[in-house]
Each structure stands twice: as structure tokens, then as C-alpha cells.
Nanobody, 115 residues
Framework: QVQLVESGGGLVQSGGSLRLSCAAS????????MGWYRQAPGKQRELVAT???????NYAGSVKDRFTISRDNAKNTLYLQMNSLKPEDTAVYYC?????????WGQGTQVTVSS
């Protein structure tokens, strides 16, 4: 079973930056579509950004031009570079790997943006 471990969350001021990492226990990027999702208190989990097996990227409108999803195949690691952070970006951020019936989630990392 593939495992995903997120890191890089924390407390940052509005306008600041953070980079989240998601380390996969094995090389899955050639098979799995990868993504970042987030869940704020009292809200449903929502898509932030995805990257397909072929490298096609997709972003939620609220983060487009501020966040960048990328991956390092050699390190089996997915990244989310977050710039110009806003208080409304505060949430637990989750890494996801999907392929066929497989739908794998990490444990999440907290991002808090203060105003």
C-alpha cells in the first residue's frame, strides 16, 4: 500500500509563502494522478491543484496564479508552492494519489495564515 506523508505546513502572515511537500513511499507518479486538497473548519474538502501522469496541471480558481504544483520524480515527492497567502487559505492541506480504484490520502498538514 502506497503511503503519502505531507510536511511544510505552519503559521505565516498574510502575503507570505510556504512550500508543502508530499513524500510517496514508492515511485507512483508514472501511474497516479496527484493532487492537493484542503479542508477549512466547517467546510467540505476542496480541490486546490492537480497534476496528471503526463504533467498536465489544473488549479482551483481561488489559487490560480498564486500556487504552483510540481513533482520531483527522482525523489518521489510532490510539492505545492504557495505565494501571496491569504487568511482564507487557512486549512488542513492533504496530498492525494488516484489511479483506477486506488484513492490514497496523506494525513494532512495545517496551514494557518494570519491577517
Amino acid at each position: 500500500q502506497v503511503q503519502l506523508v505531507e510536511s511544510g505546513g505552519g503559521l505565516v502572515q498574510s502575503g507570505g509563502s510556504l512550500r508543502l511537500s508530499c513524500a510517496a513511499s514508492t515511485n507512483i507518479f508514472s501511474l497516479y494522478a496527484m493532487g492537493w486538497y484542503r479542508q477549512a473548519p466547517g467546510k467540505q474538502r476542496e480541490l486546490v491543484a492537480t497534476i496528471s501522469r503526463r504533467g498536465n496541471k489544473n488549479y482551483a480558481g481561488s489559487v490560480k496564479d498564486r500556487f504552483t504544483i510540481s513533482r520531483d520524480n527522482a525523489k518521489n515527492t510532490l510539492y505545492l508552492q504557495m505565494n501571496s497567502l491569504k487568511p482564507e487559505d487557512t486549512a488542513v492541506y492533504y496530498c492525494n494519489a488516484a489511479w483506477g480504484r486506488d484513492d490514497i490520502w496523506g494525513q494532512g498538514t495545517q496551514v494557518t495564515v494570519s491577517s
